[in-house]
């Protein structure tokens, strides 16, 4: 069985970018349903999987009811890693700095790439900012739904913004646009970013 994680911060702690009211939906509500679904698909099949274990497993096999509320409880808890209400934690420190120069030109540009990805996600579904193991370079993809790249072993996830309607909507009604220029100017923990790349040779 999984549990909810609580939130890194309290639930008023990203206001006024991010109301308390939008928090405590998103995470005792759509949140919390997706850890309740999941834990009522689980069989034994699943016992002693951790749940990156459950969502690949999930997307081999096609079950699609618990990859999706699988993958949606890891967007999530990765989702509230990547929000800070810590100034400090607004800007990329200097060797993330460097390789967002490298790989988009510069941060401004970065920033706009980003949220062109995340405006024309149709639909429900992610923005991301990955780490490609493969030509070691810094790459922003969009996902539908659920996915998420965890699915692919050559793609380390380092930031993400759910662009799911509830994700915003209360907030800043029918305009995904202002929400994401929010997040990408007062809400990013960058140190999380940082701590996610850590972990790779670059
Ligand atoms: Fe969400």
Not at 51 to 62: E, F, G, P
Not at 122 to 140: E, Q, T
């Amino acid at each position: 069985m999984f549990k909810l994680k609580p939130l890194p911060f309290s639930y008023d702690a990203l206001s006024p970018h991010m109301s308390k009211d939008t928090v405590i939906y998103h995470h005792t509500k759509h949140h919390q349903t997706y850890v309740d679904n999941l834990n009522k698909l689980l069989t034994k099949d699943h016992e002693g999987m951790s749940l990156i274990d459950v969502i690949k497993h999930a997307h081999q096999t096609k079950d699609t009811a618990v990859f999706n509320n699988a993958a949606q409880v890891y967007n999530h808890d990765f989702f509230w890693m990547c929000l800070s209400h810590n100034e400090k934690d607004h800007t990329p420190n200097d060797t993330l700095l460097m390789l967002i120069e490298r790989d988009f030109e510069s941060f401004s540009h970065f920033k706009t790439k980003f949220k062109e990805a995340a405006l024309t996600q149709f639909g429900s579904g992610w923005a991301w900012l990955v780490y490609c193991l493969n030509d070691k370079k810094l790459k922003i993809i969009k996902t539908g739904n659920a996915d998420t790249p965890i699915t692919d072993d050559h793609m380390v996830p380092l930031l993400t913004c759910d662009v799911w309607e509830h994700a915003y909507y209360v907030d800043y009604p029918a305009q995904r646009g202002a929400f994401l220029d929010v997040f990408l100017n007062h809400l990013i923990n960058y140190s999380f970013v940082s701590e996610n790349l850590s972990k790779h040779d670059l």
